[in-house]
């Protein structure tokens, strides 16, 4: 950031903080608290993710999104049918190897269709969080068939989402194909004379190298030095948005909110801290996994109802500037989910959640 730039910055939080007494006014003046970002390291890992989400809302029949991965890889598909018949999703994988070939799915899900978004979404993300499925494709050479039999048998009705996340890795090259098609036909022979829908605006299809991000702290954080901490997540400011290529046309793409990208977050931590999930950008329904020493397991966020964030205020564009900078306000009308309490490391698994609002935070603060 050149001078100019960080004068700006500058001028923008101390606005932030002489505004932030009326801004976010409250009864108890003790309540609101001054937060700042902690400084963390951003790497990119893992394999290829396959990613169908345009046109999310699909009005006639064909295929979503088409491309050959080898290797580990994770494919995610998000589709609403917006027509006036009953459909059908199927994702088909063929062998394009030469030789015998297998598809070993690792985790990983997808739930029944409904109009409830939220629901399809948080659901679907308790599945793959759980991380207890594993199945086996085997492939002759040339042969095709259903990533899961069952996608034959869901019938999605006008009006409805289907949402699905896997996690697979395979032994040579195979083509994956997501299909929207009549619910009488045979997906196999419907692929045979199916057409490439075209995308939507939001353009939110693509093959994404390093399907996973690590995210961790620079150093370790101290509850009674550090006070309260945060680490945004989407936004696009210290968590840039993925690119990619639509290879149905080789159009470089934006995975705008990073939809299908699995995160690890790391913290080390000297005494027992707290961990809070907070939504900015509206509402939000989602799930998280932890990992503590031998202990691990599914975090609902929120937990208790289906979703949370629709009641925080909207922010004033000098909040939002100074958030992204490195200072926001934990106030009373910050809306928060628990991930629990830690000592020493810690790790949560995150991916964004279909149908919800982003960016979030993640806050630290002292235990008690």
């Known amino acids: 950031m050149d001078f100019a730039g960080k004068f700006i910055a500058a ?58 991965v080898t290797g580990n890889a994770r494919i995610l598909f998000y589709h609403l049918n917006n027509s006036a018949e009953n ?3 199927a994702v088909i994988v063929e062998n394009v190897f030469g030789l015998k070939n297998t598809v070993e799915i690792t985790r990983g899900g997808f739930t029944a269709p409904d109009k409830n978004f939220l629901l399809v979404g948080k659901s679907t993300q308790m599945m793959y969080m759980k991380n207890n499925f594993h199945d086996t ?12 039999p069952e996608m034959d048998s869901v019938v999605i009705e006008p009006g409805n989402l289907i949402y699905g996340v896997y996690d697979f890795k395979t032994k ?49 954080y101290d509850p009674k030095t ?12 210290k968590d840039p948005f993925k690119k990619g290529i639509d290879a149905t046309d ?3 793409v934006t995975n705008v909110g990073n939809y299908g990208i699995n995160y690890r977050l790391d913290f080390q931590t000297k005494a027992k801290t707290r961990f809070l999930l907070s939504p900015l950008g509206g509402t939000y329904a989602g799930v998280m996994r932890f990992i503590c020493g031998e202990k691990s397991g599914t975090i609902p966020t929120p937990e208790g109802r289906l979703y949370f ?18 200072l ?3 106030t009373n009308y910050v809306e928060i989910s628990e991930l629990g309490s830690y000592s020493g490391r810690v790790s949560f698994e995150y991916s964004p959640p279909g149908a919800s609002n982003l960016p979030v935070n993640i806050v630290l603060m002292p235990a008690e």
């Open 328 to 330: 926001s306000l934990f």
């Open 250 to 252: 080789g159009s470089e």
């Open 11 to 68: 001028m923008t939080l101390a606005a932030f903080l002489s505004f932030s007494a009326t801004a976010f006014a409250e009864p108890d003046s003790h309540a609101s608290k001054i937060m700042r970002r902690l400084p963390v390291e951003v790497i990119d890992t893992g394999g290829t993710l396959i990613f169908s989400d345009s046109p999310e809302y699909v009005d006639r029949d064909g295929i979503l999104y088409a491309d050959t």
């Open 172 to 220: 040579g090259p195979v083509k994956i194909s997501v299909l929207m098609y009549p619910e009488d036909l045979n997906p196999l022979n419907f692929l045979n004379h199916a057409k490439i829908l075209p995308k939507d605006e939001q353009k939110l299809r693509g093959t994404f190298k390093n399907m996973n991000r690590e995210i961790r702290l620079k150093r370790e």
């Open 309 to 326: 964030g629709e009641k925080t205020p909207r922010e004033s564009d000098s909040v939002r500037i100074a958030r992204e900078e490195g």
């Open 87 to 89: 459909k059908k999703l």
């Open 226 to 237: 550090d006070g309260i901490g945060y680490v945004l997540l989407g936004g696009d400011v």
């Open 137 to 148: 494709i085997k492939l002759s050479k040339r042969e095709r068939k259903l990533f899961q």
